[in-house]
């Protein structure tokens, strides 16, 4: 038992960290509860299945998420691997045909010898063993309260609704000022004033936005504690402003006077980069929230690292359970990886696995473990689920969450060519 791994959960977290530990000698058991059982997004018996979208994103290095997949090219991710030998046209971006994808996965991890998959679910962790839990963000009731019991936690989060964040950079700040109601408080707040026209404009394009079909399973728990803006808007036009756009307190530095509406932003990470959009949780499509909210005065050049979601994401509190390489602080036998850690996205979930699966790996091969610096993409989605935050959501690739470059530079795609350049300049000189 303790010269192998048990893993739970074959998405592409799972099946990424199977592959990352078997090709580093170690047998691996595999746990799938498909088809014995099936959740409410899933239908198809192959590992690694795609439930959404066929894109993994761009595969631009300027792309946080094209990036991300880069560095994972360098370190032999089967995943993306098999991903690009499955894609079909898709312009810059990665889209791969779903059906062939998940079906070379499990092709590729039933030929391992090292590799053993088990179709049943399991209900209960083996916590003397070897363990990832890779269950993604629809993990089942019973095994989420074995989850609950290992990490001493007496609930796991239910990722209903979350608001849009921007990179601080992109927000205008000849029009934004920071300030807290009244004037009180640390003015912790970047502040976006609006007058009766401006608000207007934004009104009328918001209730008139497309929005994202949900889900018959995520209908029947989404609106029970958090309402999204274009909901709360089409209750009047005037409902916003007494609600999460409320002026009172504030002056307008460009008027000098009280604004008709003021949108506020709250820092989202510790080093102040990123920043969330209060009140804005949403159901509008992706391509709506970035022509919609850029209308707002101070955002017309936003660069929205994360959009707005309203979906069932089951997710434990990493930032205080787990460290830098997913690895659960009372009990180093066991590892997280996935959606359920926090991580938002197939790649970034891919990304996860990969982590693990290396670390617990080399906790059995008596080696270091592995952590990659915050200024890689790996490393700074590690290190932002690892490091405290008591507004936590989760979070795909951006490059926010990165340290600054030591120069300054004002042209974007420059300043993302910097960041992909020492990013890959560290991985390829790796050898382990």
Not at 284 to 303: D, M, T, W, Y
Request: a neutral charge; aromatic letters at 10%.
């Amino acid at each position: 038992m303790e010269n192998s791994v048990i893993i739970i959960g074959g998405g592409l977290a799972g099946c990424e960290a199977a592959y990352q530990i078997a090709k580093r000698g170690i047998s691996v058991d595999l746990y799938e509860m498909k088809p014995t059982k099936f959740s409410p997004a899933h239908s198809n018996t192959n590992l690694a299945e795609i439930v959404c979208s066929n894109s993994f994103k761009s595969n631009l290095i300027t792309n946080a998420c094209g990036l991300l997949k880069q560095e994972l090219r360098i370190l032999d991710s089967l995943l993306i691997k098999i991903a690009d030998e499955t894609s079909v046209p898709a312009g810059q971006a990665l889209a791969v045909d779903r059906e062939e994808f998940s079906k070379i996965v499990t092709q590729k991890l039933n030929e391992n010898k090292n590799i053993n998959i088990i179709r049943e679910e399991i209900t209960k962790i083996p916590e003397n063993a070897n363990v990832i839990i890779a269950t993604g963000p629809l993990t089942s009731e019973k095994l989420a309260e074995e989850i609950l019991k290992i990490t001493g936690e007496d609930k796991l989060y239910f990722y209903d609704a979350a608001a849009p964040i921007i990179e601080k950079e992109s927000i205008n700040m000849d029009i934004a000022f920071w300030g807290d109601r009244y004037g009180k408080g640390d003015a912790n707040y970047i502040n976006l004033p609006m007058n009766k026209q401006e608000y207007e404009k934004f009104y009328n394009e918001l209730v008139n936005a497309e929005v994202v079909n949900l889900h018959d399973f995520e209908k029947r728990e989404i609106f029970e504690g958090c309402m999204p803006i274009e909901v709360m808007a089409k209750r009047g036009i005037d409902t916003l402003r007494f609600g999460p756009l409320k002026p009172v307190g504030f002056i307008d530095k460009r008027t000098n006077e009280r604004p008709y509406a003021i949108v506020q932003l709250r820092q989202d990470n510790k080093d102040g980069t990123i920043f969330n959009m209060v009140g804005f949780q949403t159901n509008l499509k992706f391509g709506e929230q970035k022509r919609v909210f850029s209308l707002i005065p101070g955002l017309e050049n936003a660069e929205f690292v994360k959009y707005g979601v309203m979906h069932r994401n089951t997710y434990i509190n990493s930032t205080i359970l787990l460290d830098n390489t997913f690895n659960l602080k009372k009990n180093t036998n066991i590892y997280f990886a996935g959606q359920i850690t926090g991580v938002e996205g197939y790649v970034e979930s891919i990304a996860s696995g990969m982590v693990a699966g290396i670390n617990i790996a080399n906790k059995i091969l008596n080696k270091d473990k592995i952590v990659f610096p915050n200024f890689t993409m790996i490393g700074s989605l590690a290190d932002y689920i690892s490091t405290e935050n008591k507004k936590f959501q989760p979070m795909n690739a951006n490059f926010g969450i990165l340290p600054k470059l030591d120069i300054k530079i004002k042209d974007k795609k420059a300043k993302y060519e910097m960041y992909a350049k020492r990013s890959i300049e560290y991985m390829n000189g790796l050898n382990f």
